[in-house]
């Protein structure tokens, strides 16, 4: 069964705490995506991942690391959290960065006060 | 750069009756994009309605149809007659090949009237 999972599913931190976000994939994709969601925007990419340690910003990278020690697993990573920082975010995978269906995990809904 | 814009945030249909769910795009990467429309079904991730990768053709999925049109730059998700199972937030999207991320609208929230 084709599955990305994200935990945790919600996340309530204070500001300047660390947040810790992860990702898998059960397909073996080469390729994996964290993206956020605002209210009344579409999803922005935050940073791809080509494979593994092979890692690209997308559009809005600035207070965002990742890491990909396996192929099946992609990390975001926000050091000392800040409040404009609470989203939704989404973790997705591809086959390869050329193949257009991406699977989506459910989301990480983060609440940073 | 390149957007994708959905005018409708939310959508409320009765059941039985169609649903035209607009989307246009704004594309100035080289080459003409790939266009997809994902649902969010509640507590459940994105996930793949339709895809149409040529110009002026049809995607159709689940009695959703949308058709790629180039000259307009839309791509507007239809269906003939709605269920109550069909309430979802609807998202239109585009990529380029190679560039592998997705750009999304903001989407559009579909309730269904009894």
């Known amino acids: 069964d084709m599955k990305v999972t994200q935990m945790p599913r919600y996340l309530i931190k204070r500001m300047g705490e660390n947040v810790l976000l992860e990702c898998g994939q059960d397909m073996s994709h080469e390729t994996m995506y964290w993206y956020r969601q605002d209210p009344g925007l579409g999803l922005q990419l935050i940073y791809i991942?080509?494979?593994?340690?092979?890692?690209s910003e997308g559009d809005i990278p600035k207070g965002y690391r990742v890491s990909r020690k396996k192929r099946e697993h992609f990390s975001l990573i926000l050091d000392s959290a800040k409040t404009n920082q609470t989203s939704v975010y989404f973790c997705a995978s591809s086959l390869t960065v050329n193949q257009d269906t991406q699977y989506f995990g459910p989301g990480t809904r983060l609440l940073v006060l | 750069g390149d957007s994708v814009t959905q005018t409708e945030g939310q959508v409320t249909v009765s059941e039985s009756k169609s649903l035209i769910i607009n989307c246009t795009y704004s594309a100035t990467s080289i080459g003409y994009p790939n266009l997809f429309w994902y649902v969010r079904y509640p507590g459940e991730g994105l996930q793949l309605l339709l895809k149409v990768i040529t110009a002026g053709q049809k995607g159709s999925s689940r009695g959703f149809e949308a058709t790629y049109n180039k000259e307009a730059t839309s791509f507007h998700l239809q269906k003939a007659s709605v269920q109550e199972s069909d309430s979802a937030v609807y998202y239109c999207a585009l990529s380029f090949y190679n560039q592998g991320k997705l750009i999304f609208g903001q989407g559009t929230k579909l309730s269904i009237k009894p």
């Open positions: 991942s080509y494979d593994v340690d092979s890692n």
